[in-house]
Each structure stands twice: as structure tokens, then as C-alpha cells.
Nanobody
Framework: QVQLVESGGGSVQAGGSLRLSCAAS????????MGWFRQAPGNEREGVAA????????TYADSVKGRFTISRDNAKNTLYLQMNSLKPEDTAMYYC????????????????????WGQGTQVTVSS
């Protein structure tokens, strides 16, 4: 079965960095676009970044452009999110997700386009 397992979250001070990882298994990882999402308490889950199969095309939410970088290693079935210059407003549970359709790869940040989700990893940024 499809499994997505995030890791790398933690607590950092504003201005710090974290690197999230998402290990995928149970399907052909290199056939699917992937994305990162986050959800803070009381807020809806929002798209943060998405990447195509080859890693050559990415999309970012305006709030993280220039600070976050999404990447993938298809040989290791792993998705990454490098987060720099973290701000308190980045505090949230972070989830990786698989795009629902393998034959149509798009770097959309719409959560409705994704079908499998990890359990999340908590990121807390203090001021």
C-alpha cells in the first residue's frame, strides 16, 4: 500500500533552517508529481510547494518563495523541503502528498488534486 512518512521537523528560532524529508513506498514514486502542504491550528491545509517528476519544474506559495526549496531524489524515493529563514508564521504541521493522477503531472498547490498523505511532521518557529 502507498505510504508516505515525513521526518525532520522540530523547534527552531526565527531565522533558522530545517530540512524535511518524505520517504515514499508502495508505488512507483518516479511516476508521480509530489507536494508539500502545511496546516496550522484553526487554519485550512495550504499548499507550500510542488514538484514535477523530473524535479525540473516547481511551484511555491508566495509566502515561502525565496526561502523554501522543494526537491526529490527518485533513486531514493524521497521528497525534500529545505526551509531557510524560518518565521514564526511558518509554524504548522507539514505534510507530503502524492498527486492523484500519474499520467497528468502538474505542480498544483490545490490539496484536492492529491490523494495520499503522510502523517505529518511538526515545525515550530519561535521568535
Amino acid at each position: 500500500q502507498v505510504q508516505l512518512v515525513e521526518s525532520g521537523g522540530g523547534s527552531v528560532q526565527a531565522g533558522g533552517s530545517l530540512r524535511l524529508s518524505c520517504a515514499a513506498s508502495g508505488y512507483s514514486y518516479s511516476d508521480y508529481c509530489m507536494g508539500w502542504f502545511r496546516q496550522a491550528p484553526g487554519n485550512e491545509r495550504e499548499g507550500v510547494a510542488a514538484i514535477n517528476i523530473a524535479g525540473s519544474r516547481t511551484t511555491y506559495a508566495d509566502s515561502v518563495k525565496g526561502r523554501f526549496t522543494i526537491s526529490r531524489d527518485n533513486a531514493k524515493n524521497t521528497l525534500y523541503l529545505q526551509m531557510n529563514s524560518l518565521k514564526p508564521e511558518d509554524t504548522a504541521m507539514y505534510y507530503c502528498a502524492r498527486l492523484a493522477i500519474s499520467t497528468w503531472c502538474t505542480t498544483t498547490l490545490s490539496r484536492n488534486a492529491y490523494d495520499y498523505w503522510g502523517q505529518g511532521t511538526q515545525v515550530t518557529v519561535s521568535s
